[in-house]
T-cell receptor, first 112, second 120 residues
Framework: LAKTTQPISMDSYEGQEVNITCSHN???????ITWYQQFPSQGPRFIIQ???TKVTNEVASLFIPADRKSSTLSLPRVSLSDTAVYYC?????????????FGQGTELSVKP | GAVVSQHPSWVICKSGTSVKIECRSL??????MFWYRQFPKQSLMLMAT?????????EQGVEKDKFLINHASLTLSTLTVTSAHPEDSSFYIC????????????????FGPGTRLTVL
């Protein structure tokens, strides 16, 4: 399973755009990139997933360069409620029952 | 979306007792369920992978005789912490992988809300 590296923490202010970059140099051909959000004392929540280029949903965008060795989660106009830990994971698209290995995550703190 | 529940949400027990935690997929059948443990300010650590009707697969360093996992049906998995000690105090989280037949996000797992275990 590809190892991921993220910044340990980031600070931001309400209304700003936040970009969290994840490195996954050993990503395999069939691996997808998935981001989860976790609030204190809660289970992780799925945010977004992608394979290449750009993916956008109602809460975030995911940018993946051509070499796929990194990815960037973009949160537009963050609010205080976006304060959480964000995890970047990679996994094999064919293995629906595949286990997820969580890295250390990025603790995002949004200030007023 | 798919919902996973855990029961209890928190439990306090005396050292030496056993504690059972339930994980249920409420509106879907789970091909596989996973159990994680998370200590304060740390990431989730995968403990074991559980498939319905078969023995769980434990990660390296996790004692299978201490953390008993039973996956009795496609909607229920239980984790029993046997002879619990204070060092077992942690946040235990389960997740369930959705059984699908068509194109779907890969490795999509739905996480439960977690169970806070405190061993005195």
């Amino acid at each position: 399973l590809a190892k991921t590296t993220q910044p340990i923490s980031m600070d931001s202010y309400e209304g700003q755009e936040v970009n969290i970059t994840c490195s996954h140099n050993n990503i395999a051909t069939n691996d997808y990139i998935t981001w989860y959000q976790q609030f204190p004392s809660q289970g992780p929540r799925f945010i977004i997933q992608g394979y290449k280029t750009k993916v956008t949903n109602e809460v975030a965008s995911l940018f993946i360069p051509a070499d796929r060795k990194s990815s960037t989660l973009s949160l537009p106009r963050v609010s205080l409620s976006d304060t959480a830990v964000y995890y970047c994971l990679v996994g094999d698209v064919r293995n629906q029952g595949g286990k997820l290995i969580f890295g250390q995550g990025t603790e995002l703190s949004v200030k007023p | 979306g798919a919902v996973v529940s855990q029961h209890p949400s928190w439990v306090i027990c005396k050292s030496g007792t056993s504690v059972k935690i339930e994980c249920r997929s409420l509106d879907f059948q789970a091909t596989t369920m996973f159990w994680y443990r998370q200590f304060p300010k740390q990431s989730l650590m995968l403990m074991a992978t559980s498939n319905e009707g078969s023995k769980a697969t434990y990660e390296q360093g996790v004692e299978k005789d201490k953390f008993l996992i039973n996956h009795a049906s496609l909607t229920l998995s239980t984790l029993t912490v046997t002879s619990a000690h204070p060092e077992d105090s942690s946040f235990y989280i389960c997740s369930a992988s959705l059984r699908t037949s068509g194109k779907r996000r890969s490795n999509e797992q739905f996480f439960g809300p977690g169970t806070r275990l405190t061993v005195l």
